[in-house]
């Protein structure tokens, strides 16, 4: 069954599919379905497996006990509430399930961008209100957040600092004020501002990132097992991959993954100074670090017995179960897709899309339908509605231009009374248009949470996390 989640649009609402309350009864028949002694990965059943990968990751995490596991996962950057809610909606149904909460921190991803857009408005006034990027490290290329250093101490340091004149006029204090950390390395800096929000507030999930995941026994079974019969799984990975494509109309060769090619494994290979390559089966175990599908594939079968997922990684995870039920002959375990829309707490502007079709729309009935003015010349008015209902027949060419001439004298009389308004209507568009883009920017709902104010922000994750937990 293909599905099309849609982020939510009204500010503080949430999307849970499936709800909260059927959770737990996926949990136990995720469990039920998962534990076979007929399917067999890395010398193990499915069941010696799953148990030694539970065992492993909760040694690393530093976790304990025989309840479910939960998993949630994201790249460690500063990501917007409607992704960071999985945490806390995670934290929740683990408290409701008596369960561990695991966090996966996908560091084996790759740092795309040093910079962090604000909205800047001075004044209250729309025409001011714009991006603007702000630098708190250079960019060297796309390297791995694990191998991903700081190149500029100073600037890592000081950017909460440089970063002030921007939100001088937003009417509170960000969270970015307080709570920006140095560091090191970018994933573990941004990791341990987000952990101590949590922890502060209440949440405290295990947290593993992928890169020590990859490093352990089960993973390497798991690991060893695919390359070892890679024609077979390519198949059901590139068969799996088509047919979304096919169900979605997507014709890009990258989406939801490339294609592996003949040789060619679901992983990558991590090398010296941030760089990697392509996994063939020859290719050292210890050093391998899964792609996409290939780390939802282990987590959801391989590792947990419930997966939270953000929308893009509900929809592509479509191909994952395709690829369980082609490669492992098994029913693939269910998932829940979660995402939420918060807005910074800016001042908006009253102006809405509608108001804006319908301004443009009085601009065109002024230029060409200035008889419909409810200020127009009655005169005029009353020879345009003459001439309308006298239209001559199409056969008396002579006619028919002396009817147009007239017609045209009048439409121009009544467009020449209607300038003013013109200009008036015209002026007003520009003014919606202005309101209408400046609350395209304010109201965007992918600012990292650093940008929000606290007395915003926590209410709001954790009265999710509280609605995942049943209270």
């Not at 098994?330 to 897709?337: D, F, G, K, N, S």
């Amino acid at each position: 069954m293909r599905h099309r989640f849609r982020a939510p649009k009204a500010d503080g609402e949430v999307l849970a599919e499936p709800g909260f309350d059927a959770v737990p009864g996926l949990v136990e028949a995720n469990r039920a379905r998962l534990d076979r002694a007929d399917v067999v990965v890395g010398g193990l059943s499915l069941h010696e497996l799953r148990a030694l990968a539970r065992r492993e990751a909760l040694d690393q995490a530093g976790g304990t006990g025989d309840g479910p596991l939960l998993l949630a996962g994201h790249q460690p950057e500063l990501s917007h509430p409607g992704v960071w809610v999985k945490n806390f909606a995670l934290n929740g149904l683990a408290r409701r399930l008596g369960g561990a909460p695991l966090n996966l921190i996908v560091d084996n991803d790759t740092l795309k961008s040093t910079a962090i857009r604000f909205p800047v408005l001075r004044d209250h006034d729309p025409a001011s209100v714009h991006f603007q990027a702000l630098n708190f490290d250079t960019l060297a290329g796309e390297v791995p957040y694990e191998d991903r250093t700081v190149h500029d101490g100073e600037q890592f340091r000081t950017f909460a600092e440089r970063a002030a004149p921007l939100w001088a006029d937003w009417g509170y204090e960000p969270l970015l004020a307080k709570h920006w950390a140095g560091g090191t390395n970018v994933g573990e800096a941004f990791t341990a501002m987000r952990v101590g929000r949590e922890r502060a507030w209440g949440c405290r999930n295990l947290e593993l990132p992928i890169s020590r995941l990859a490093r352990t026994d089960a993973f390497a079974r798991f690991a060893r097992h695919v390359l070892g019969d890679l024609p077979r799984f390519r198949a059901a990975y590139n068969a799996a991959i088509r047919a979304y494509r096919v169900a979605n109309r997507v014709r890009s060769a990258n989406h939801p993954a490339p294609e592996l090619a003949e040789g060619e494994g679901p992983f990558w290979v991590r090398t010296g100074a941030g760089r990697r390559q392509r996994a063939t089966p020859a290719s050292d175990t210890s050093e391998l670090r899964p792609r996409a599908l290939t780390l939802t594939l282990f987590a959801r079968v391989c590792l947990g017995d419930f997966f939270i997922h953000g929308i893009g990684g509900g929809k592509y995870d479509e191909v994952t179960d395709d690829i369980i039920r082609d490669y492992f002959g098994i029913e693939p375990p269910a998932y829940q897709v979660l995402s939420a829309t918060l807005h910074l707490p800016l001042p908006a502007f009253p102006s809405t899309a509608r108001d804006l079709q319908a301004a443009e729309r009085r601009v065109r009935d002024l230029r060409w339908n200035p008889h419909a003015r409810p200020d127009a010349p009655a005169d005029l008015v009353r020879e345009h509605a003459r001439l309308a209902a006298s239209e001559p027949p199409y056969g008396d060419h002579a006619a028919r231009r002396e009817w147009f001439r007239a017609l045209q004298r009048v439409k121009e009389g009544l467009r020449e009374a209607a300038t003013t308004g013109v200009s008036a209507a015209a002026a007003e568009v520009k003014r919606i248009r202005s309101e209408v883009e400046a609350n395209a920017i304010l109201r965007r709902r992918d600012y990292p949470w650093v940008l929000y104010p606290e007395d915003t922000l926590r209410p709001f994750l954790t009265g999710a996390g509280e609605r995942a937990r049943g209270s």
